[in-house]
């Protein structure tokens, strides 16, 4: 409660007390009387209504100053909200007129105004409980003046960039300029590098014919010929007659015991299998115990298969060819291998013996089987014979094997018939087709010659002979 207010309410309630005093003074001035009896005279004392009197203007006169402050200080309180409103609303204003607002930023200041009179309105109800009673509608205000203009707004933010225009049209081709001087001749350029060697001229006319030259050396040893087909085995001879069989004996009376003989000589050790009468029984095993073996055989060629089996009791060794039929089901031809020896052979090999073949060996202890891949070879063939060279001393020299062959072969060298081992003055390349001799001496000169080979056969090349001058 305000200072102002207070010092009215005490005021008010003074008068009213003074204003009951001076009523209750005229009352009992007009009440008092005197009267004689007997002689004798006396005052008539103050009436209990007046004191219940004043006890009601009391009651009413403080309802009445309550009542007023309550309606100061709503209306006090109301024109501060009207103030702190203002101060919003001008604000917002404020807000509204910057340039670089958009739609949901006023959007948001509409939302801000119902809030601040939802605000109001709820202060009315606050300290107005009933509208018609305690709070009466005034009237209508003076509008208020018109709010100061807010300050500039801050600068809104850069647009996002434009898209890039489009091409413009090609121009017009310019007017050819006229046909410049003739530059300065260069400088003539460093030497090139030496060219690699041509191919080889064509052949050249026969010249005349020479003398007779020294006999040449003897030429390399031609490929085995192909064996020639198996001849038609002749026919089965006759068989002969058996013999009558004799007429049984009589059975014979049994003999006297005879006198022990003398002990004879010990006998030879006997086989590994037996022992103390027992025989010692053994698995199947193969004499090449890994369980598959690529084997190269070329055509026309008579070669042994390794598949060799021990075993006690001796193993039971068949050999046989696997084919692919269509549905992918492994089966075997009825091809029928020579076997020569206990060892199996294919004679005169053709295309159709190359594949895959499965080598079985079965006795009473069980069964092993391994895989032995036949594939085609081709006996190794010199393509490039090393060449002669003379050479002086200090230089390299270089020979050259280029062969070929299946499977591919490997490539030694011998000089003066002695193999070459590779040292830092004679390098071999990893193929083993390239000789190098670095920083060549006298004692190097003399005849270097290749031999290739592999599993099919092997090759060996003419010499060559190197000089050193």
């Not at 009213?16 to 009523?23: E, G, L, Q, R």
């Not at 103050?46 to 203007?57: A, G, H, K, R, Y």
């Not at 050999?319 to 004679?347: E, W």
């Not at 270097?448 to 190197?466: H, P, Q």
Request: aromatic residues 4%; charged residues 25%.
């Amino acid at each position: 409660m305000s200072q102002r207010a207070l010092k009215t309410v005490h005021i008010l309630i003074i008068f009213n007390i003074c204003v009951v005093v001076s009523k209750v003074k005229v009352l009992q001035i007009k009440s008092t009387g005197s009267k004689t009896i007997d002689n004798m005279e006396y005052k008539s004392e103050t009436s209990p209504w007046l004191w219940f009197l004043l006890l009601i203007t009391l009651v009413q006169t403080s309802l009445f100053a309550v009542v007023t402050l309550y309606q100061y200080d709503n209306t006090v309180i109301l024109q501060e909200e009207d103030i702190d409103l203002d101060i919003k609303i001008k604000h917002l204003q404020a807000l509204l007129d910057s340039d670089n607002k958009k739609l949901h930023k006023q959007k948001r200041a509409g939302n801000f105004i119902a809030d601040i009179l939802t605000a109001q309105e709820a202060v009315i109800a606050q300290h107005c409980i009933e509208k018609n009673k305690t709070c009466i509608k005034g009237d209508a205000g003076d509008p208020g003046l018109p709010g100061n203009i807010g300050d500039k707004g801050e600068k809104g933010i850069p647009g996002d960039a434009g898209f890039p225009g489009k091409i413009g049209d090609k121009g017009e081709s310019g007017v050819r300029g006229g046909q410049g001087e003739q530059g300065i001749k260069g400088a003539i350029g460093p030497k090139g590098f030496k060219g690699i060697q041509g191919d080889i001229g064509p052949r050249g006319a026969k010249g005349d014919l020479g003398p007779r030259g020294s006999k040449g050396d003897s030429g390399v040893k031609g490929e085995k010929g192909e064996t020639g087909e198996k001849g038609i085995p002749g026919p089965k001879g006759t068989e002969g007659s058996s013999g009558e069989k004799g007429d049984l004996g009589d059975k014979g009376g049994r003999g006297l015991k005879g006198n022990k003989g003398e002990q004879g000589p010990q006998g030879p050790t006997g086989p590994d299998n037996v022992k103390d009468g027992c025989a010692c029984l053994e698995y199947p095993k193969f004499e090449d115990p890994t369980p598959s073996t690529t084997f190269y055989l070329s055509v026309g060629e008579s070669r042994n298969l390794p598949c060799n089996a021990t075993g006690s009791p001796a193993p039971t060794v068949t050999l046989n060819k696997q084919i692919i039929v269509r549905r992918g089901v492994g089966s075997r031809d009825k091809r029928n291998l020579l076997k020569l020896n206990g060892k199996y052979t294919i004679m005169n090999a053709a295309t159709s013996d190359f594949g895959t073949y499965v080598c079985t060996a079965k006795n009473s202890l069980g069964t092993i089987t391994k895989l032995i891949d036949v594939k085609r070879g081709v006996l190794p063939n010199i393509a490039k014979q090393p060449r002669s060279s003379t050479n002086n001393a200090g230089t390299s020299a270089d020979f050259r094997c280029v062969n070929s062959g299946i499977p591919t072969p490997t490539v030694t060298w011998y000089k003066d018939g002695k193999l070459l081992v590779p040292d830092p003055r004679y390098q071999i390349s990893s193929n083993g087709e390239v000789l190098t001799i670095i920083n060549v001496r006298a004692s190097d000169a003399g005849r270097i010659e290749c031999r290739v080979a592999n599993e099919v056969g092997t090759a060996t090349s003419r010499e060559a002979v190197l000089t050193v001058v």
